[in-house]
């Protein structure tokens, strides 16, 4: 059984920062496109950064360059997600999703292009 499972967030101060971790199980994890998406109250899934099978090319939100940075760790089958200088517009579920496309183009934020997706984990920025 296939299964994606995030944890690492919560509530924390703007400025502040958290990491969210993705365990992956059920897949051959080091041959998955791995991505992180998120979605706000009210608003479509967006896709946040992903990464490609040896954390060798990464891509980002333009709004998140330099302050989020995703990386793998494919002896541990664990994608992460640092996040710093968080602002409350960061608040959202943050889900973690896995592709076996190559995603080297712009299309790496298209939800439809992933396989697999976890159930999320909530992250509040707020005062």
């Known amino acids: 059984e296939v299964q994606l499972d995030e944890s690492g967030g919560g509530s924390v101060q703007p400025g502040g920062s958290l990491t969210l971790s993705c365990t992956a199980s059920?897949?051959?994890?080091?041959?998955?496109?791995m991505a992180w998406f998120r979605q706000a109250p009210g608003k479509e899934r967006e896709g946040v950064g992903r990464?490609?099978?040896?954390?060798?090319?990464?891509r980002y939100a333009d709004s998140l360059k330099g302050r989020f940075t995703i990386s793998r760790d494919n002896a541990k089958n664990t994608l992460y997600l640092q996040m710093n200088q968080l602002k409350p517009e960061n608040t959202a579920i943050y889900y973690c999703?896995?592709?076996?496309?190559?995603?080297?183009?712009?299309?790496?934020?298209?939800?439809?292009?992933?396989?697999?997706w976890g159930q999320g984990t909530q992250v509040a920025v707020s005062s």
């Open positions: 990464s490609s099978l040896s954390a060798d090319s990464t």
């Open positions: 999703a896995a592709s076996d496309h190559v995603l080297l183009g712009a299309n790496w934020g298209n939800q439809y292009e992933y396989n697999y």
């Open positions: 059920g897949f051959k994890f080091s041959s998955y496109d």
